[in-house]
């Protein structure tokens, strides 16, 4: 995977079923992209890759991959492949767990266990850190079970690695 398709389809496991109903054909899935472009997209297991192709000068386009590449019509182009990977990923993947440590797993089944919480990801910079104070504030525990579950939810990112 590049550094542009790696971010959005890391943890997200792909449902055969729902690639089918979207229109994959095995494994692949093509649409016409702006006006000048089509865009592949192929799925193997969980690894997913595109391929950009210029119509008008029947080659494939690879600016829109490239960091460093800048530009408006750059910007254009990696934007609409990167909204309809999004699409895909919404539509035909599912999110795995971002934890491994069975501490961090075992933490997490005691708070789902005792406060009927899930874990939330608010933050598109941190998508590791959880966060369960807004449901806990809608829960009507006691504010001290709060102010503990929070305290706990800290430590739980600062002493164990995810």
């Known amino acids: 995977m590049n550094n542009l398709i790696e971010p959005l389809f890391k943890n997200w496991h792909a449902n055969a079923t729902a690639l089918t109903k979207y229109g994959f054909v095995n494994g692949q899935w093509t649409t ?3 006006d000048d472009f089509t865009l592949t997209v192929s799925v193997l297991g969980d690894e997913v890759s595109c391929q950009v192709f210029d119509e008008a000068a029947q080659a494939p386009y690879t600016l829109f991959v490239q960091p460093t590449a800048t ?3 750059v910007a254009k ?10 699409a895909i990923r919404d539509a035909c993947f599912t999110q795995g767990s ?3 440590q069975p501490q961090t797993l075992d933490i997490i089944a005691q708070v789902a266990k005792t406060y009927a919480l899930a874990p939330e990801f608010l ?5 590791r850190t959880p966060y369960f104070a807004a449901q806990i504030r809608r829960s009507g525990l006691p504010r001290s079970s709060r102010y503990n579950l929070i305290v706990s939810a800290a430590l739980v990112k600062s002493r164990l690695r995810f």
């Open 77 to 86: 182009v990696r934007d609409a492949v990167i909204t309809q990977l999004t």
């Open 123 to 127: 933050w598109q910079k941190f998508p």
């Open 32 to 34: 016409p992209l702006l």
């Open 98 to 100: 971002i934890y491994h």
């Open 71 to 73: 530009g408006r019509y």
